[in-house]
């Protein structure tokens, strides 16, 4: 496997003012309590995890998790108390000004909560602006941003200011302008917390269908359970500081860590998040009818036609082996019983 | 009792109030004691009693320390003015070499110092009036006197009035569009026509120099105090002191310092008008959100491209304010610089107030306000422009204000050549109209004060009279029978009452630096006119902020009338005061309420308009009345705003109560005025301005300590 784009080991950020010491002291085991008596704040405490090529790390968890606090690690708007980061190789903290500020202009790319449009310039300015940044001419630099400003599907309000569009609108541009520089680590801090349902989804669609374009490294945060489920590679669940549990989706739906992560997973509809593989059986199989699936299909997507069988249905890989089965009893235990078998 | 239970603050200021009435009349006026009149009075009186603290000698009347303290801090004014001469003249004399004469003189450092700045400042003022005007000394100061002598020829000619009229009409366009255009090409000819142009350059260059300046520092000095704590530490209490400190007092020290002209003009402008721009640049750096700060930075800005290309570009609006004061400060101080000897439409204007040539004055007053506007409405403008990146222009789409510009150059400059050989009389009306060959409408006005007067004069003066005798001279007496210790109970009381004892302690020494000088009745004085002016703006102000709310329009109307009023520099406020009541305390009183009624009927509009619109509908939803509405919804969570009108209205008095002294009351502001024809008197100048900034400032205490404390109470931002 190649290396990883971001690697984390054991990040601490620690906030007041005797940080530094305090944490050496600790010698590894900080406890958040006899640091808020000492009159520090622990923001994250000892996460260790990689994100490779192409993947999308979802981080959730409730506000003061310290979710936004590890992302601001890692894209070092602030610097973490110890541990070590790595960008493609690169000792992140290492790194002077000069090449932080190199990284960020051709690497990385961040959306933000509140949008953090600059509310002087227009949309095609707003995302022309990392790429004058960098020190590319007007020209290009607005010609390029057209080229993104059509990426999103904003062609035609271009000469908009941003107190003239929508929330939606308005965190599109923050999409664009985060890729204008074309980078390879994209950062989405709750990009779509501040949007209403509906256009929430729609925007998460539309998150999905660009990325599927992209192809980029991801690091998403957010505080919704379901919408991490719909968008991640792996989640990773955080609660004081602390990563819970870093997994797939359908392993933290299955097997949660922690009670905390349990409860989480607890009104989650299975069908929708669990895949075929993953409740299927594995050494059955024969006795199965015509019909096949393929592994990872989401459960909700073929429960009806695996239902409609009264046999067992072959599960197949995508070169049309067999690898499993599963019969219809197990997909209405899945969808209909197994909260019952948890508690 | 119950209520006294219900609410103890009240039982506490009830109990406040006894004290120092009761200390009022425990006290009795020393037969001895008379308000001092002049300084001449006491100078030498075998009355006086004497100490001697750090060398200098304090002369005063004693008088039993509960009803007025000794002047322990007499020292200070003298021991100030003896520093800042020992500064000047005797301190770190050192070899400079000198250009004229090609040999190594001594001079002193800061002396050598001042007088290079200075030379600046005149080198810039000349270079931009001349271009306007026309001159010699640019090119005297990259060459020489001998060498002109030589090149009779070289001579900066000076702008035709039609090119620079037209010119400015053209960047008007540029910036603001036709209706701006058409206001400035208005202003321009109407300032040529009536004869104020040469002044009225003067004014312009000495504002462009200025204006600039004063910006670029503010911004830096708020640029760092954003920056490092340090020197937000630094810069915070004189940044204080500053924003309640007359502009007046700031000549006499600046005087001894800089010396007489537009230099030292320029400098004080500077001094005068960057506090505000530093604490408007402050503010609008600190409101910017974090977030796009940090989108700043993950968009790899360097700190300087955060800067200049995120933070101050989202602070606009709070530094565009700060520019816009800078622009007022400029104004004012034009004219008030004046008695330091500036040329220009100041200068004129204080002439005609002292020959109470009215309808001059008028004139001049005028073209201040317009060009005042003009540059105010401008450079809003500027700050507002967008640019086109898809419009597909050609060359000369792409250049028409430029080549336009260019064919207004050739145009005038025939047309001026043409009026030379037109106007046989001597005078080129197309190149430039003389002060007093232009149309002049003073006539006309001193006419019309005349007949005013003749017309209403029993009532203007039944009035006048009535006001000094009925209500001004009762309250100026009450407040000096004050004893110095009842009011210091009442002021530190009331401190403590407010914000606990940290109010209480920075109130008590503001107070005390005031009663330890030598005037502190004069302080009493220009309280009392304060209180005055106050009172009846906070009365006028809050019932036409009030009235106007109620409407839209008429919301936005009243806004747009502060603006403009707010433009005028402070000194044509006493034009038409003195046109109707003369030279009295009337007058100054009547400036000042005019003056100050601004900021309170701004700050009650805006304290109404930021009350929630939720809040608004439950109320109504709640069944209300528009009575009701306003008297326990929307004056409640206003208040608090408003109170932060009635600070700034405070201030705006006492500004102008201290300008009043030029018409001649008996305060703090006559002895600044009496400072500046002092060759010593930078030390008291000095001195005076810090008590009345400290006046200002236990007001300013108060009040905000009691809002803050208010805000946090009811919820609001």
């Known amino acids: ?343 | 009792m119950e209520i006294l239970k219900k609410y103890p603050k009240l039982f506490q200021w009830l109990f406040l109030l006894i004290v120092f009435f009761a200390l009022c009349f425990a006290i009795d006026v020393p037969e001895t004691y008379k308000f001092i009149r002049g300084q001449a009075e006491f100078v030498k009186d075998p009355n006086q009693s004497t100490f001697v603290f750090l060398g200098k000698e304090v002369r005063y009347y004693a008088f039993d320390v509960f009803w007025r303290l000794p002047p322990l801090l007499g020292w200070l004014p003298i021991w100030i003015n003896d520093s800042l001469f020992f500064l000047m003249n005797d301190w770190m004399p050192m070899e400079f070499w000198n250009e004229d004469t090609q040999e190594y003189k001594t001079r002193p450092l800061v002396l050598q110092i001042t007088r290079n700045l200075t030379a600046f400042m005149t080198f810039l003022i000349e270079l931009i009036r001349e271009i306007l005007l026309g001159g010699l000394e640019t090119i005297v100061a990259f060459t020489s006197w001998d060498w002109i002598d030589a090149n009779p020829w070289a001579e900066l000619p000076g702008l035709p009035w039609t090119i620079v009229a037209a010119g400015s009409a053209i960047l008007a366009y540029k910036l603001g569009g036709r209706g701006l255009a058409i206001f400035a090409g208005l202003a321009m000819t109407y300032i040529s026509i009536f004869g104020q142009w040469k002044p009225s350059m003067q004014t312009l260059s000495f504002i462009l120099v200025a204006a600039p300046l004063s910006f670029i520092f503010g911004l830096s000095l708020g640029i760092a105090a954003f920056k490092s704590k340090r020197v937000e530490k630094a810069l915070y209490p004189i940044l204080l002191v500053m924003q309640t400190m007359p502009q007046y007092a700031v000549l006499v020290p600046a005087l001894v310092l800089f010396g007489v002209g537009d230099h030292a003009a320029v400098i004080i402008t500077m001094i005068v008008a960057v506090p505000p721009m530093i604490l408007l640049t402050l503010l609008g750096l600190r409101a910017v959100p974090p977030e796009v700060i940090e989108a700043g930075r993950m968009s790899g800005c360097n700190n300087w491209q955060l800067m200049f290309k995120v933070l101050i570009p989202t602070a606009r609006r709070d530094i565009l304010i700060g520019v816009n004061q800078v622009i007022m400060v400029c104004f004012s101080m034009a004219v008030i610089s004046a008695f330091i000897g500036a040329k220009g439409l100041g200068f004129n204007l204080l002439l005609a107030l002292n020959q109470l040539n009215i309808g001059l004055a008028l004139e001049a007053g005028l073209c201040i306000s317009l060009i005042a506007i003009l540059l105010d409405k401008m450079s809003l403008a500027w700050a507002n422009k967008q640019v086109d990146y898809f419009g597909n222009l050609n060359f000369f789409q792409r250049n028409k204000n430029s080549l336009f510009f260019g064919l207004i150059m050739i145009v005038g400059i025939a047309l001026a050549y043409f009026g030379s050989i037109y106007f046989k009389d001597g005078y080129n009306y197309l190149f430039e109209v003389p002060h007093n060959k232009g149309i002049s409408t003073a006539d006309f006005w001193n006419k019309g004060v005349d007949w005013i007067f003749d017309t209403f004069f029993v009532y203007i003066k039944a009035f006048n009279t009535w006001l000094i005798v009925e209500v001004l001279q009762p309250m100026r007496a009450l407040y000096l029978r004050m004893p110095a210790i009842a009011t210091i109970v009442l002021v530190v009381g009331a401190g403590y009452l407010i914000g606990g004892t940290r109010s209480a302690l920075v109130v008590c020494g503001l107070t005390l630096f005031i009663a330890l000088s030598p005037w502190w009745d004069r302080a009493l004085v220009t309280t009392y006119m304060a209180t005055f002016g106050v009172i009846v703006s906070c009365i006028i102000g809050f019932t036409v902020g009030t009235l106007c709310f109620q409407n839209k329009h008429s919301t936005k109307f009243m806004l747009n009338v502060c603006d403009i009023f707010q433009t005028f520099p402070s000194f044509v406020y006493l034009i038409p005061v003195m046109m109707l009541f003369g030279i009295t305390d009337t007058s100054v009183l009547i400036a000042v309420i005019v003056y100050a009624t601004i900021p309170a009927t701004r700050y009650t509009i805006e304290g109404l308009r930021s009350v929630p619109s939720g809040l608004h509908d439950a109320a109504t939803m709640s069944g209300v009345t528009k009575f009701q509405r306003l008297f326990k919804i929307e004056f409640p969570l206003a208040f608090p705003h408003m109170m932060l009108g009635l600070n700034q209205t405070i201030v705006f008095a006492l500004f102008m109560v201290i300008i009043g002294a030029f018409i001649g009351t008996e305060d703090l502001g006559q002895y600044i005025l009496k400072a500046l024809s002092d060759k010593k008197g930078a030390g008291i100048g000095l001195t005076l301005g810090i008590c009345v900034a400290f006046i200002g400032l236990i007001f300013d205490n108060l009040i905000r300590t009691w809002v803050d404390k208010r805000k946090k109470h009811l919820g609001i931002d």
């Open chain 1, 1 to 343: 496997m190649s290396e990883p784009v971001i690697k984390c080991e054991s990040v601490y950020k620690i906030f007041g003012e005797n940080a530094e010491t305090m944490l050496k002291e600790a010698n590894g085991n900080v406890d958040a309590k006899t640091f808020q008596e000492n009159g520090c704040i622990v923001g994250v405490n000892n996460a260790s995890f990689e994100v490779s090529k192409g993947e999308m790390l979802v981080v959730m968890g409730l506000s003061g998790s310290g979710k936004s606090t590890l992302l601001r690690c890692i894209s070092r708007l602030t610097d973490a108390t110890g541990g070590k980061i790595f960008i493609e190789g690169q000792d992140l903290l290492n790194l002077n000004n000069k090449e932080l500020i190199e990284l960020r202009r051709n690497k990385m790319g961040m959306v933000f909560q509140s949008f953090a449009l600059l509310p002087h310039k227009t949309v095609v300015e707003n995302i022309a602006f990392p790429l004058q940044i960098k020190g590319i001419n007007t020209g290009e630099s607005i010609n390029k941003a057209m080229d993104m400003v059509k990426l999103v599907g904003l062609d035609g309000r271009e000469n908009y200011f941003p107190r003239e569009l929508s929330g939606g609108q308005q965190q599109r541009v923050g999409i664009a302008r985060s890729l204008a520089v074309e980078p390879d680590i994209w950062f989405l801090d709750e990009p779509f917390s501040a949007l209403d349902p509906l256009i929430r989804k729609e925007m998460q669609d539309e998150f999905l269908r660009l990325q599927e374009k992209l192809q980029k490294t991801i690091m998403f945060i957010t505080h919704d359970f379901d919408e991490a489920l719909k968008l991640a590679d792996r989640i990773a669940i955080m609660k004081d500081g602390i990563i819970e549990q870093l997994d797939t989706p359908a392993n933290i739906v299955l097997n949660p860590a922690t009670e905390y992560v349990r409860k989480f997973t607890e009104e989650v509809p299975r069908e929708k998040v669990l895949l075929i593989e993953d409740v299927m059986d594995s050494s059955a199989t024969e006795n199965i009818g015509n019909l096949k699936v393929l592994r990872d299909e989401i459960i909700e997507n073929v429960a009806e036609k695996i239902l409609t069988q009264e046999k067992t249905v072959a599960v197949i890989d995508n070169n049309n082996n067999i690898v499993g089965s599963i019969n219809p009893t197990k997909i209405i235990n899945t969808v209909f019983g197994g909260r019952k078998n948890n508690n």
